[in-house]
């Protein structure tokens, strides 16, 4: 059975109930940050976060980290049930296409996205 079966698609949480997962590889520079506010500002909140049970965020620490930065108190999130990051989704391209924007942590280094894996979105 799908872990999303007679759940709701989609649920309002306050930002307060959400935690960033620390060791995520993915960071997001102010201006980064910013150009998510911005695209929420003009579009409206257009992908919902991707969050564990617990609060966890999976997926969405950038929409996540905008939301605050625009006073935004309840956003839009998908309870991805059962899911945990020692049981992570099957995808590894959970997030947007906003991610393209972001820099991966690796070896201690930080690498931005190659023009390769960010066409993947188009």
């Given at each position: ?17 959400l ?60 309870v ?7 049981a ?9 296409p906003?991610?393209?924007?972001g820099?991966?942590?690796?070896c ?15």
């Open positions: 059975m799908h872990v999303l079966v007679g759940k709701p698609a989609v649920e309002i949480w306050p930002v307060d109930r935690r960033p997962y620390e060791p995520n590889s993915r960071r997001h520079s102010p201006e980064q940050i910013e150009q998510i506010a911005a695209s929420i500002r003009e579009w409206g909140w257009t992908m919902p976060i991707l969050a564990a049970e617990d609060g966890m965020v999976l997926a969405g620490h950038g929409r996540l980290a905008a939301g605050k930065l625009l006073g935004i108190d309840e956003v839009p999130v998908i991805a049930r059962g899911k945990t990051r020692s992570p989704m099957s995808s590894p391209t959970i997030g947007s906003m991610r393209a924007i820099t991966t942590r690796c201690g280094s930080n690498r931005t996205i190659c023009s390769r894996a960010a066409s993947s979105y188009r």
